[in-house]
């Protein structure tokens, strides 16, 4: 056993036999409930002697993804109140070594995940000479529900207060404070786009890496305000933190599921204003969500998965029933003129049916558009886009959105990812994904060009000879000119 020692007290920590130094369960800030429900996260109370951290602590409140999401995308629930906790990796847990750190912020659309997951495990990264925290935050209502009178954005202080944890302990971790990546992905990724521009969180990392997720998605206050009403009217109470304190979770969690499903329904904005394009109920509120400009000072590795939006489709079995007329006029909702659009689309895909033509343009507008619009506001950032297809569905299911998951962490053989994988996914692609995250933490070059408006490179991560391109798919990136 090894022991480290925090601001709060000591830590005991396991070693593996690979050389890897595992510290599970940390808190970064005190149980989010009592006097502290729906508030900023307050210090965590220090402790006398050697704390075990040799198991993961308790995940954030949240409902089971439903079916058929819940046997493809991984996720954990630990209960507990003791939620706001995080996990390092390390291979050389003693002050001074001064190793780059990966900070991990995990997805799930504001109301699932956890940093826990096997899924998430960072030994990978700490083999290979970078020192790996994964975190949880507040998620749903409790992160991200807005309250008279109560903070907006919870699940986003959460994490800063973890990136706070990360200056003031990581260097007896063997981490280097100076030299912090955050990398997150959907939902980890767009909170880091929100941090990019939060006054609480500059200087806190330096470089960031956002996966399937940028500026984009958030809630104006009118909308946030909808979707509190109609939270508090399923449950019977007045949309005050007073009423929603005193609903108990078994209760709570199955309304925001239920929620979530009836803006999916029925996505009309009279009745949940952005939520209902965004289709997800619970996210940053803000006034607006600025580009953080070529002075944000942090380096970018942006991208985005090829066909990202066929894991809401394929399982789902809507890819092959979804009708043209629903997708001209989601397509419209996006901001285009579905005539011009469609056909521009179609000439890419020959063939191709409207729920294939709805994967490339929702896969447009909710990932790849944001990326690209992103790299383009800060010089010197990195663009990919994750290619390879997955053999699952009979093939159908594609480049979709959290494939890259496993490649990213080099955990193709963790068994929650093998209802995405298949059988037998390439190791060598593993190798290079993995491989460019490490060298953009070490260096701040993941291993191709910058992205710039004049050739536009981009890593297209294929399988079968990955490699930079330049301007893909350039005629529809051209019809977004002007979209929100």
């Known amino acids: 056993m090894t022991v480290c020692r925090t601001r709060q007290g000591e830590v005991r920590g396991r070693t593996s036999p690979d050389g890897v130094t595992s510290f599970l369960g940390i808190p970064y800030a005190a149980p989010p409930f009592g006097a ?38 991984p996720d954990e629930v630990v209960p507990g109140e003791e939620c706001l906790n995080l996990g390092v990796w390390t291979p050389a847990p003693e002050p001074g070594a001064g190793l780059p750190v990966l900070v991990w912020v995990h997805g799930g659309a504001f109301t699932n995940g956890s940093g826990s997951a096997s899924a998430y495990d960072g030994s990978a990264f700490a083999r290979d000479g970078v020192v790996c925290v994964t975190l949880n935050y507040r998620l749903g209502a409790d992160g991200f529900l807005r309250l008279p009178g109560r903070p907006d954005n919870r699940g986003l202080l959460d994490q800063i207060a973890a990136l706070r944890w990360v200056r003031d302990n990581i260097a007896s971790f063997g981490g280097d404070p100076g030299r912090v990546t955050v990398f997150g992905e959907s939902a980890g ?7 990019l521009t939060a006054g609480a969180a500059r200087g806190l990392f330096h470089r960031a890496i956002l996966q399937s997720g940028a500026c984009h998605h958030f809630l104006r206050p009118p909308s946030a305000e909808l979707v ?126 409207p729920g294939e033509l709805l994967d490339a343009v929702a896969t447009d507008w909710f990932y790849r558009i944001p990326a690209v619009r992103l790299a383009e506001s800060v010089p010197g950032s990195y663009l990919y886009e994750f290619a390879w297809r997955s ?37 060598a692609l593993a190798d290079a ?52």
């Open 36 to 73: 502290l429900r729906f508030r900023a996260p307050a210090p965590p109370e220090p402790w006398t002697g050697v704390r075990d951290a040799t198991a993961h602590g308790p995940t954030a409140p949240h409902a089971p993804y439903a079916p058929p999401f819940d046997a493809l995308i």
């Open 189 to 195: 990724a767009m909170s880091i786009g929100a941090l």
């Open 228 to 353: 509190a009403a109609r939270l508090a009217e399923k449950l019977g109470i007045e949309p005050t933190p007073e009423a929603f304190d005193g609903v108990p979770l078994d209760e709570l969690l199955p309304a925001q599921a239920q929620l979530r499903a009836e803006v999916g329904a029925d996505p009309d904005p009279a009745r949940w204003g952005e939520a209902a394009l965004n289709m997800m109920p619970f996210e940053p509120v803000l006034e607006d969500l600025a580009l953080p400009g070529p002075d944000s000072g942090v380096d970018l590795l942006i991208g985005s998965n090829r066909e990202e939006y066929r894991l809401f489709l394929v399982p789902t079995e809507r890819l092959a029933v979804f009708p043209e007329s629903s997708l001209r006029a989601l397509t419209a909702a996006y901001g285009l003129d579905p005539a011009g659009a469609l056909a521009v689309y179609r000439a890419a895909r020959p063939g191709a049916t």
């Open 391 to 427: 053999p699952r569905f009979g093939g159908t299911l594609g480049a979709c959105h959290a494939l890259e998951l496993p490649f990213v962490f080099d955990r193709l053989h963790d068994p929650s990812y093998a209802p995405l994988l298949g059988s037998d996914p390439p190791q």
């Open 433 to 484: 994904v993995h491989g460019a995250w490490v060298s953009f933490a070490k260096t701040g070059r993941p291993g191709w060009q910058a992205y710039d408006r004049t050739h536009r490179t981009t890593m297209t991560f294929t399988g079968d000879g990955s490699g930079p391109v330049e301007d893909p798919r350039a005629r529809e990136r051209l019809l977004w000119e002007g979209v929100r």
